[in-house]
């Protein structure tokens, strides 16, 4: 990016914040969570949460990462803004697009109050778009909360909207803004998602963490520590021309960002956040929280949340030197209809966008050191140029 | 980017709904094609038209002396049937057909090729014999320079239906009963290469530069779509695809891979189950005891793979209806449940759904962009207010879920978004009417 234009967008910037200020109608950013009465969707003092209820507040707008070769990227995104006041919301929301999107995860049955407010896209200060969250896979959706604009409606900037879930069935979902999916999905606008089964915090079938992929009722899903690993892909030239306000290349679009939770090796092994962008000399928010670092000791069993929300390509994944054991896609456990257990043990997994598996590797006897969760893609092993990186990961077993 | 989905033929689609709705309940429609066991197909050429307004050359098979048509005409069978299919052939180039998962194909006539016999340029035919063994969802094409005559749009569904109930079950076993079906052939094409063939190359293959930039459901490109069905702007491709169900009941779809990508298919609504592939349920010997749940499956070149898709809106934690004690003390008591009288064609949801109130609120007209497909309510079967020039392809207030590539970039057409791979399923409420169109 030039230096030059990016000057002109600040400058565009600090009008488009004039102009959602004032654009702002009283009372539309507005977080509907039962028993919270200061709106910031917590509840603090006297505010009771109501049994089994979890309220979460995301803002969509857009923001920076900065890819593995560093490469600054301009993206669209989410930001986890549960917590904070109205009156504060725009001021925390702007600019602050993570990638991917805050992990969500919530237990079977629970009453989910999801609301997204729309904070604008600051560096595009031409685009009104509306945004939404698909929560993708949710099964016997009704429209009105299934985020697919075209069907349904989508939030305008400076506006919230509250959607509700049961999360009746345990599995590896996602979500995704579906507005105008092309481009916001390439932009970034995705995230993982889980839901824990009910048969948490029971001893089935001998499994002393308790914890299960799903109701399995004989302990065959227990695992120990979980990961979620979501595959995407960027284009940077699609990005780069989005901020520089140029028509967008959707017939052109090529992933030359292959990652992993947003991070391209040897990012991805970084355990904590990546250091804020910096966006012409002023550093934004901090954006790409989501490690891919995988360390257990050995003999646990290991269960990744593999999905993939890449706009473009299949990707292939695979673990060297630990056997993966496939006990769940797309958030349904691997079982035959008279009950027969269908989980499989391979070396590899193959996920189109929308696409989830839920991989359990069992360290028993897998011998301490590092190993590798990588695409056989090898052409995906990039940060686009930089040959050792893209899609890879260390799983350390201690 | 605005989102401006022009939708140029959908108001078609409109006044056919509006019709339905006033003319009476209609039988049920079985997939589009052509019925055999003897059918007549004429390789020969034609352009087709993709919804932002291209148009591209393309070879294909026509049912006799018909149009050339993209995909090929869907040939339907019974089980058992002795399938005969004489080709002829109008190209400059020789052409054939080959039937994957059918056993036992004997042609006659024509000339030797390398996959089987051909059809010669300009006139030349050939006959192609097999027994429909099995029940199932198939494809055919071209087995002569598959690279570039699939490419080229010489391909299409076989669909064979099963000795036991054949018109409600895809394989006669209860677990492939359905009360819809649908045929999902997908498709991609790089127009580069039909500008060549169309500019007299015969050779403009190079595998290593094949770059697509349109994508097809049945020959379309959204929003054609859910155009109707044979329409007269559209000769060249026949088949639309809306899938129609009511909450409850249950919808085939027969997917298969018709190009040369993989595609992710991805059911908005719910999960759909996939009992079948390649025409062969997935089976341990009892029904399709191995079957697999997804909310995208993988469509994979030259393969097929059939599912069931159902709804009920179980679980939602609301009344689908939007019936509450306050708005129909009938059908709800005062504490919140059902009465007897709860009406019994809307039983789909469970108990402990029908009668809670809808959850939240839903924001101002002001702070919201209402879909073209929305109904301007979250309640099946009510309208809302909708502001004019929003919404209002959805006359019959039904629930709509976009069914589509997840592979974002191909519900795109060269460059235009949406377009592609993409459809909207129309659930509609009980009672109303499913149009076809
Ligand atoms: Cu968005
Ligand atoms: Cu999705």
Redesign the pocket.
Known sequence: MKASRLLSLIGLQLIAIVLISFSLSEGAIQVQCPGDTDGDGLWTGTEVQPPNTQCIHLAAGDGFVTMADGHLQYTFGFSDITGVLPEDVMRTGMLAAEFPGPSIKVKEGANVYLTLTNVGMIMRPDLFDPHSV?F?GFPNAAPIFDGEPMSSISINMGSSLTYYYTTPDPGTYMY?CHVEATEHMQMGMLANLWVTPLQDGATVGGCASQKYVFNDGDGSTCYDVDFPIQLSGFDSNFHDLHIAVQPLPFALMKDNYPMINGRGYPDTINPGPLPAPVIDGETGAVSQKVSSMISATAGQKVLLRVSSLATVDFYTLSVLGIPMRVVGRDAKILRSSSGQNLSYTTTSVTLGG?ESYEVILDTAGVAPGTYFLYTTDLNNLSNSGEDFGGMMTEIDIL | MKNTFIMKRAAWMLLIAAALVFGGPRAYAAIDGITGPTFNLTARAGYISTSEGGSYLMWGYADGAGLMQYPGPTLIVNQGDLVTVNLSNQLTVPVSIVFPGQSGVTAVGGTTGLLTSEAPAAGGTVTYSFTAAQPGTYTYYSGTRPELQIEMGLMGALIVRPTVNPATRAYGHSDSQFDHEYLFLLSEMDPDIHDQVAAGNMNPMDTTTYFPVYWFINGRTAPDTMGMAHDPLLPHQPYNIVPFMHPGEKVLLRMIGGGRDLHPF?THGNHHKVIARDGRMLSSGVGADLAEMAFTTTVVPGSTADAIFTWTGEKLGWDMYGYTNATHPAYCSASGNPTAAYPADKLSQLPTDRCKPFPVTLPDQTDITNGQFYSGSPFLGSMGYIPPGEGGYNPNSGFLYMWHS?AEKEITNFDIFPGGMLTMLFIEAPGVTLMEP
Do not use: S, T
Request: hydrophobic share 0%; glycine share 16%.
């Open positions: 698909h993708h995704h929308g | 991805h997840h």
